[in-house]
């Protein structure tokens, strides 16, 4: 038998309180002021030729920000094809030793700013560059599933992260509901609490869910009504993963991976303190939740605190409430950490405990109680010497377990105990080829008891060796990797089963001569697509090439358009600008040689009747 649940509909009231900040009001005025007249003057030619020659053998530069002139400290320049890294002083200044001549790729990632890849030619002429970085205009977030995390707009496999402002608009009741509005991303759901995630259809054991690069140890992946034991809102941020990059972390995560990170163990230096509170309200069922955290350092030692929970009634609908789909959640977690200037090494301790509802089954009497303990220890480094540039080792302790329980009596009890390790390391550059190997250890003690235990109770013993590679060129990567797993069950007085299993997967990626299409790609800024415009608007495809002129003669641009059999083009009125909108046509074709040239023309005429003193704004 089907059943419908409506979806549910609700006024959702938000506040985020950020305390105890390390930035002043003071400053924060300070950057919202205009900027000066001399900052906002062009940039001088040598500013603005990043691709200037440098002497073989040693390879440096400046970074400064595009709008102030600022040098820009603690920013990561990469120099691609060598797969060797450096990071900018106080005075933004960088440089790369041993350099051989020819031509290179450096890629420039700092805090607050836009990733910036460039081309640079290395040579016997000796000259200092100055390369501007502008500050972004969007939410950039670092992938941390690698050993050696890197910008999402650098990184080849399909992501997603939330993070920040948009992870806080995003919050949910669940892991699932925070991330259905992903790309790719759906949900499925017993009820709203124990939602999980759905990545391009697939679910289970298909989709992999980590928290800090560690296996939650719920058991989520076996049931429908089991959920995942994590409070979004103990996450710092969230990252979906998709392609080759999975096999570091197992070989049946063919959907995909979504990564919690929480920073319960800090990895960087931290100098005083600071901490952020969040609150949320509902009303489409009574629901109210709210986390904080702390994070206190002096530069050499750092702790982490955080905590929260969550309350929500049943869930009201037009028809009458969902009875039985009430969830209560609460966690805490402690980390402390020694942050060097290349390593780190930490621990952290966390508890979760929730209680839900399940709906309409069994007449809405059954509720689930999971509760997990987890303890984590882990070490890394970044910027090493050796065969090795990035390390990470992770150790995690994990005690699950939780009760279906029917009315107030127990009816089947759950258990999941498992202690898993991990090691993972970045490799030099070989040539070409640069990238990641590890290894893994999973120990997993299962049992279940009651009317619905459909499996005896089973240990296991599994081991892992994988490896990601990436092939370099200057517009050209191609990326691959593989793992060998070996798993043993042991059931419950049955004779063990072992299985060993290997997987292996192959990506390409094309870039644009020194551009990133995803995120450097050129409109018409916002004052050239107004409607009423003198200027016309510009289209370029491949095959063709459009102009569509300003308001006053869009009509004749239109007739001309169907005459020559071309989908015509539309401007929409938007907020703050103008949508183009392509219109419905019955057939299309691409203009030939002669109707480009007479397109051309009229345009070039177009522009000069409208520089002319007679036309009207």
Do not use: C
Not at 111 to 131: F, H, K, L, N, P
């Amino acid at each position: 038998m089907a059943v419908l649940v409506p979806v549910r509909v609700g006024v959702v009231v938000r506040l985020v309180l950020v305390s105890l900040a390390a930035t002043s009001w003071a400053s924060v005025l300070a950057e919202s002021a205009p900027l000066p007249a001399a900052a906002r003057a062009p940039r001088p030619p040598s500013a603005q030729t990043a691709a200037a020659p440098v002497a073989a053998g040693v390879l440096s530069g400046r970074l400064i920000n595009s709008l102030s002139g600022e040098a820009i400290p603690a920013a990561v320049v990469v120099l691609e094809e060598l797969r060797r890294q450096a990071t900018s002083s106080a005075d933004g200044s960088f440089s790369f030793a041993g350099v051989p001549a020819g031509t290179y790729h450096l890629i420039v990632r700092a805090d607050g700013y836009s990733s910036r890849r460039m081309e640079v030619q290395a040579t016997a002429i000796a000259a200092a560059m100055e390369i501007p970085v502008d500050p972004e205009l969007h939410f950039e977030e670092v992938l941390s599933v690698s050993a050696d995390a890197r910008s999402q707009f650098d990184a080849f496999q399909p992501t997603s992260v939330l993070a920040g402002q948009e992870l806080t608009k995003q919050l949910g009741t669940s892991l699932g509901a925070t991330l259905e509005n992903q790309t790719g991303v759906t949900t499925r759901s017993f009820g709203p609490a124990p939602a999980r995630p759905v990545i391009r259809g697939l679910d289970g054991d298909r989709v992999l869910i980590l928290q800090d690069g560690q296996r939650m140890g719920d058991l989520s992946s076996q049931s429908g009504d089991h959920g995942i034991t994590v409070n979004p809102a103990a996450a710092s941020r969230i990252e979906v993963v998709r392609g080759p990059a999975t096999l570091l972390y197992g070989a049946n995560a063919i959907g995909g991976l979504v990564n919690v990170i929480t920073n319960d163990i800090p990895t960087a230096r931290v100098t005083g303190a600071s901490g952020n509170v969040t609150l949320d309200l509902g009303t489409v069922a009574n629901e109210a939740g709210g986390a904080a955290d702390l994070l206190v350092g002096n530069g050499t030692v750092a702790l982490h605190a955080g905590g929260g929970g969550r309350t929500s009634g049943d869930v009201g609908t037009p028809e009458g409430e969902v009875l039985n789909s009430q969830s209560r959640s609460g966690f805490g977690n402690l980390g402390l950490s020694w942050t060097g200037t290349k390593s780190y090494l930490g621990a952290s301790y966390g508890y979760d405990d929730t209680k839900y509802g399940i709906p309409v089954v069994e007449d809405g009497g059954i509720q689930l109680t999971p509760r997990r303990h987890s303890f984590s220890i882990r070490g890394g480094g970044q910027n090493l010497s050796g065969a090795f540039d990035a390390v990470r080792a992770t150790f995690s302790a994990r005690r699950y377990a939780h009760e279906e329980l029917e009315g107030s009596a127990v009816g089947t009890a759950f258990s999941n105990d498992t202690n898993e390790f991990e090691v993972m390391g970045a490799h030099r550059a070989l040539g070409r080829v640069k990238g990641s190997v590890g290894g893994w250890l999973l120990e997993r003690s299962f049992n279940a008891v009651g009317p619905e235990a459909l499996s005896p109770a089973v240990d296991q013993r599994s081991g892992a060796a994988f490896i990601y590679e990436e092939v370099t060129w200057p517009h050209v990567t191609v990326q691959f990797g593989g793992r060998v797993d070996h798993t043993r069950y042991q059931p419950f007085n049955e004779t063990a089963r072992p299985f060993t299993t290997g997987s292996g997967s192959v990506g390409l990626l094309l870039a644009g001569r020194g551009r990133r299409p995803d995120h450097r790609g050129r409109e018409p800024g916002a004052g050239r697509t107004h409607a009423g415009a003198r200027r016309a608007v510009l289209l370029r495809h491949p095959h063709r090439e459009l102009r569509v002129r300003s308001r006053q003669s869009r009509a004749g641009a239109r007739a001309r358009a169907r005459r020559r059999r071309v989908a015509p083009l539309a401007l929409a009125a938007g907020v703050g600008g103008t949508d183009l909108l392509p219109q419905r046509h019955s057939q299309f074709r691409v203009p030939a040689r002669d109707d480009r040239r007479r397109t051309a023309t009229a345009a070039r005429r177009v522009r000069q009747s409208l520089s002319g003193p007679g036309h009207r704004r």
